[in-house]
């Protein structure tokens, strides 16, 4: 699936959309460059998974991860300063994948080789200042969700 989000709102409403689609367990790779929009559409996510309004989302950068407790607990990574899958590997990431929540990785093309076949991939990119490119892919089942839940953009349209 592929969608083209015209400002930072409609990046937070597509996450909110996948977010509320999201169940425990679920795993979500981000992968694009700085500023393409990897925290911003985790805040989004945050909401849809029912993260408290009044709990800022930051990127996780310098201590790696954030977790956030919701309608489901959200487990936000941001890999970008490891050097690749061992440093996960040696910390006992599987604490946080397999801990019950929804886990969110920006930069997840760093620890590829350790996401599960079942991983819902979010390739982001800046097309210029306001305009980001999403391509989703993902298990059929969970495709499926979004692609209902994503067809309409409402008064908030994106393409
Ligand atoms: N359509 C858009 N979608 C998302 N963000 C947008 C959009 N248009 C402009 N922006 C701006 O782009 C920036 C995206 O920053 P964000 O921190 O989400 O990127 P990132 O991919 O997480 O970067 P990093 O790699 O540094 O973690 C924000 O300042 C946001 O306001
Ligand atoms: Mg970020």
Same mark, same amino acid.
């Given at each position: 699936m592929?969608l083209?989000?015209?400002s930072?709102e409609?990046? #937070? +409403?597509?996450g ?7 169940a425990p !367990?679920?795993? %979500?790779?981000l992968?694009? =460059?700085?500023?393409s929009?990897?925290?911003c559409l ?8 029912g ?12 201590t ?8 489901v ?7 970008y300063?490891l050097?690749?899958?061992?440093? #996960? +590997?040696d ?5 946080y994948?397999y801990?019950? !929540?929804?886990? %969110?990785?920006?930069?997840? =093309? ?6 599960p076949?079942?991983?819902l ?7 210029d ?16 969700e ?14």
């Amino acid at each position: 699936m592929k969608l083209i989000s015209d400002s930072r709102e409609q990046t #937070l +409403e597509i996450g909110r959309r996948i977010g509320n689609a999201l169940a425990p !367990g679920d795993i %979500v790779a981000l992968i694009g =460059e700085l500023g393409s929009g990897k925290t911003c559409l985790t805040q989004g996510m945050a909401k849809g998974l029912g993260v408290a309004e009044n709990v800022p989302v930051v990127s996780p950068t310098f201590t790696l991860v954030n977790e956030y407790p919701g309608r489901v607990p959200l487990v936000h990574l941001d890999v970008y300063r490891l050097s690749g899958p061992r440093d #996960l +590997e040696d910390m006992g990431y599987e604490e946080y994948f397999y801990g019950g !929540g929804v886990v %969110v990785i920006e930069w997840a =093309e760093k620890i590829r080789r350790i996401l599960p076949e079942r991983t819902l991939v979010i390739r982001m990119a800046y097309l210029d200042e306001n305009t980001r490119e999403l391509i989703i892919e993902g298990p059929p089942g969970t495709m499926a969700e979004l692609e209902k839940r994503l067809e309409s953009g409402g008064s908030n349209s994106w393409r």
